[in-house]
């Protein structure tokens, strides 16, 4: 069983950055690929990252290829996105979410385990 804490979120006004990050609890931490979901309203949860395991592989939807970056901190049991550049098109409550490695997948119902969520609001 792992458990996921969201933290980070916020207003940002546009161009600006944020950094988000996924505290999880549970064994085997390293094992799992992680991933980050966003969802605005009245959408569907999208596809944002992904980091894989083994080696720590990251894919990112097109959307956000080359604004955000992916981490992983193994000693904290923490997986990081680092965004930058935000727009406000990037509004939406981000999730982090797990499932047990090791291939990639933008999928979101391939992934076992789900954060809260938290929200990020980009100003224009």
């Known amino acids: 069983q792992v458990q996921l804490v969201e933290s980070g979120g916020g207003l940002v006004q546009a161009g600006g950055s944020l950094r988000l990050a996924c505290a999880a609890s549970g064994r085997n931490f390293r094992t799992y690929d992680m991933g980050w979901f966003r969802q605005a309203p009245g959408k569907e949860r999208d596809f944002v990252a992904a980091l894989t395991w083994p080696g720590d592989n990251t894919y990112y939807a097109d959307s956000v290829k080359g604004r955000f970056t992916m981490s992983r901190d193994n000693s904290k049991n923490t997986v990081y996105l680092q965004m930058n550049s935000l727009k406000p098109e990037d509004t939406a409550v981000y999730y982090c979410?797990?499932?047990?490695?090791?291939?990639?997948?933008?999928?979101?119902?391939?992934?076992?385990?789900w954060g809260q969520g938290t929200q990020v609001t980009v100003s224009s």
């Open positions: 979410a797990a499932k047990q490695g090791p291939y990639y997948s933008s999928r979101s119902s391939l992934y076992d385990y």
